[in-house]
């Protein structure tokens, strides 16, 4: 009897192989960080030859940036589909929804998270990576001015800024994670979602408390 043929790998379609190759990345960046990456150790975390990632990628460079460019479309879709949702029965359960979805499992990732602040880190010296994280934090200021402006314009309350608030909330946010993220013993995720419910809870007291 001759010997069996070895059964051929089923080719997978373009998408797949992109997000297997940014997932890897991901995991490459939490562990050894932008300096570390090299398209050797994405592929081997992938499980899949160089040829395949030079192939979607063509360069390091590129699977950076893709990579940048997910972890903040993932954030952006989500944060949007809560606050362009007109099914929400009032403000309060929206912010309440925006909060929750802030401090979900699948926001505080640990690996997303070391992403975001490595190419934070870089950003600086990196007009691309700049550009990119930039944009994110514009587009959540936008959105969260208008949805805060719908609190103070529902209450009302006085002398507040909705602009302000919304830039304060996303800077708080952006320090708990990084303070949770590198030092969780002095700032677990509870806490730091009550750090979170209560800046919103002082901000507008007629629309959250500080019971949940």
């Known amino acids: 009897m001759g010997v069996a043929a070895s059964k051929p790998r089923r080719a997978q379609p373009r998408e797949v192989r992109r997000e297997q190759l940014i997932l890897a990345t991901i995991k490459c960046i939490a562990r050894h960080g932008l300096s570390g990456i090299t398209m050797a150790l994405v592929t081997r975390e992938a499980g899949l030859s160089l040829g395949i990632a030079n192939l979607h990628f063509e360069s390091k460079e590129k699977l950076l940036l893709e990579t940048l460019q997910y972890v903040t479309a993932e954030y952006s879709l989500g944060q ?78 006085q002398n507040a800024d909705a602009q302000l608030l919304a830039t304060g909330y996303i800077s708080l946010v952006d320090g708990l994670w990084l303070n949770a993220l590198v030092a969780p013993r002095r700032l677990g995720w509870k806490k730091a979602y009550r750090a979170a419910r209560h800046y919103l809870a002082s901000a507008f007291p007629q629309h959250i408390t500080l019971d949940n």
Not at 80 to 98: R, V
Not at 111 to 127: C, H, N, T
């Open 80 to 157: 949007a589909a809560i606050l362009e949702d007109d099914s929400f029965t009032s403000i309060t359960a929206k912010i309440e929804a925006l909060l929750a979805f802030d401090f979900s499992a699948r926001i505080i990732d640990k690996d997303k998270l070391a992403v975001w602040f490595a190419f934070l880190g870089e950003a600086k010296s990196r007009p691309t990576y700049r550009s990119i994280c930039s944009r994110q934090d514009s587009v959540s200021e936008k959105a969260l001015t208008t949805l805060f402006q719908q609190a103070i314009d529902e209450a009302p309350y």
